[in-house]
């Protein structure tokens, strides 16, 4: 059992989907009722990763191209 409540719970998960920082476009396509949180936490840490490999390679990102 929990020690804490699901009120509790979906809080703390609400404050790391605000703490992944969404573009505006990421927010359009996930939506409120869309993706699952950890769906989401999966696809930006990829995003993060796929764009720390084209700084080490110092390629540029195109803004609006993922």
Do not use: F, Y
Not at 20 to 39: R, V
């Amino acid at each position: 059992m929990s020690c804490w409540t699901k009120e509790q719970l979906e809080n703390m998960l609400e404050d790391v989907v605000n703490e992944l920082n969404l573009s505006d476009a990421m927010i359009e396509k996930h939506g409120q009722e869309g993706t699952a949180p950890a769906t989401l936490v999966r696809l930006v840490l990829e995003q993060k990763d796929r764009q720390m490999k084209m700084l080490k390679l110092e390629m540029k990102q195109i803004e609006g191209v993922s």
